[in-house]
């Protein structure tokens, strides 16, 4: 198999593909974690998305930034089919909330720029597939918080009061996605 068929099976199994030859400015982003990653990965002299050119090096190449992004989606995001999520034709298809890349990108808001062409850049480089929560029907963080804080005040209020780490935790009454007690603080 040649380097660039196998260069398409990497995009392909990665999930995105390369953003040729673009460069992009910290400016471009409003994201901490982004910015700095430009600034210390910066190489280049010139944004290709918002036109700055400097003296020093500003600018970090496209995919390296594409990489970190995706890796963040990745992270809260998947494909319905690979969380579980039931399809059944005859109810119009996916039986839950379901996403497509565009509205991903421009509803959701998930990538911290207001700048079009990155966004354009990015769809393009997702190709059209579905989207859905990671996890779709494990609690979400705020209820996994909620209910850990709920019996670590019940457990304060009626059976410990100082130690912790001795506390008898049963199954039944915590779910397994919860913070014990004895680590809640």
């Known amino acids: 198999m040649g380097r660039v ?22 400016d471009c982003f409003y994201d ?3 910015i700095n990653f430009i600034k210390d990965n910066a190489g280049h002299k010139k944004c290709d998305y918002c036109g700055s050119i400097s003296e020093v090096p500003i600018a970090a190449e496209m995919n390296d930034v594409l990489a970190i992004i995706m890796e963040g989606i990745f992270s809260e995001w998947g494909d319905p089919s690979d969380e579980g999520i039931g399809w059944e034709s005859s109810e119009g298809g996916w039986q839950g909330e379901v996403l497509d890349s565009y509205d991903l990108i421009y509803d959701e808001e998930i ?21 859905c929560k990671r996890n779709y029907y494990g609690l979400r963080t705020e209820n996994i918080l909620i209910s850990s804080w709920s019996y670590f005040s019940k457990l304060v209020k009626h059976k410990m009061r100082y130690v912790f780490f001795r506390s008898n935790e049963k199954k039944d009454e915590l779910y397994e996605e919860s913070i014990p007690p004895s680590i809640m603080l």
Request: charged share 35%.
């Open 5 to 26: 068929k196998e260069d398409y099976y990497e995009q392909v199994d990665r999930g995105y593909f390369n953003i040729d030859d673009k460069n992009v400015c910290a």
């Open 32 to 34: 901490y974690s982004i």
């Open 111 to 131: 990538i911290p720029t207001s700048n079009n062409k990155i966004l354009e850049d990015i769809l393009e480089s997702i190709q059209e597939r579905q989207w």
